[in-house]
């Protein structure tokens, strides 16, 4: 099962360099700022309260994951199932490009597991210009990221520049009224996640990825859920519709959860006790394929 942990280290961790860089519209907004506020919704009652997004959006699992996961498959790495750094001149609206800001963190992530430190720094401008255009570039210190993610050596202190950056930033937004934006940063990450390990799967079928493929089910809800709560911005509502034509493809998955013996621990000179949970899932080889294709659908729509 994937690891439950908190929305900051959720985006940290996809990054692993920046390790994250990381409303209700006005219906028809055509601006370019993703200014809407979560606090206006256009008349309609939240489905969930942002107390409560915020608490479901804990339980997205980081991409970083599925990039360890797709490096111990012993696949090679492969630039060209990217999205290319060049791209970004192509995202001119603050909704593609908090998307993107996500997919390239994800990207990031995979880039780093690999130690390829020779792409990093592309990667990273692409994320600073991303950043500064929906105005939280401030945030971040590239010139300090940049020289530090060109050593691996300097992975702990690059972690702790870019958490104390990331708690600034999403303090800021949602101070802001504007968890619209994490919401669209979050969902590229996941996307792009499952892009790179659909490409592995394709080429190595290996069932450890294939199941935490088949995980993703009851993430699809909570995604849903948290983006029709902006469905009022047209963006918004088809980008939660591409999530549903998605969720669909995944209704005939099967997942059992069986909860382990408890056991007991020692933490900080205490005694406590936990319980783990082991999934099991029925996924056919047809009903893989579909989601995949539809994975792939919803990045192009993501990228493009």
């Not at 908190?6 to 920046?18: D, E, K, Q």
């Not at 720094?121 to 020289?147: C, H, M, P, T, W």
């Not at 005939?252 to 020692?266: A, L, V």
């Amino acid at each position: 099962m994937f690891k439950k942990i908190n929305y900051l280290t959720l985006i940290l961790a996809s990054l692993y360099l920046l390790s994250a860089c990381t409303g209700s519209a006005k219906k028809g907004s055509s601006s370019d700022e993703l200014t809407f506020n979560d606090s206006l919704a256009n008349n309609a009652p939240l489905e969930l309260s942002e107390e409560v997004m915020s608490d479901v959006i804990q339980n997205i699992s980081s991409p970083v994951e599925m990039a360890s996961l797709i490096k111990s498959t012993g696949v090679d790495f492969s630039q060209k199932i990217l999205n290319s750094s060049e791209q970004i001149d192509a995202y001119n609206t603050s909704y593609k490009r908090a998307l993107n800001l996500g997919v390239y963190s994800a990207d990031l992530g995979y880039i780093n597991i690999y130690d390829k430190n020779t792409i990093v720094v592309s990667y990273l401008v692409a994320i600073k210009s991303l950043a500064e255009g929906i105005k939280v570039g401030q945030f971040f210190d590239f010139n300090s990221l940049k020289r530090l993610a060109t050593n691996s050596n300097n992975l702990d202190s690059l972690m702790q520049i870019s958490i104390s950056s990331f708690n600034k930033m999403d303090s800021y937004l949602r101070n802001q009224k504007r968890s619209n934006v994490s919401s669209l940063i979050v969902t590229g990450a996941w996307v792009e996640g499952l892009y790179i390990s659909s490409k592995v799967i394709e080429q190595t079928n290996d069932e450890d990825l294939i199941n935490r493929i088949a995980e993703q089910k009851d993430i699809i809800n909570i995604l849903e859920i948290i983006l029709n709560n902006y469905d009022a911005d047209p963006d918004f509502a088809e980008l939660a519709g591409r999530i549903g034509k998605l969720k669909e493809a995944y209704k005939d998955i099967k997942i059992t959860t069986e909860f382990t013996e408890p056991k007991t621990i020692e933490k900080d000179g205490k005694l406590i006790i936990v319980q783990d949970e082991v999934s099991h899932i029925e996924i056919t080889p047809e009903q893989l394929a579909g989601i995949i294709a539809e994975i792939y659908s919803l990045r192009d729509y993501i990228v493009s």
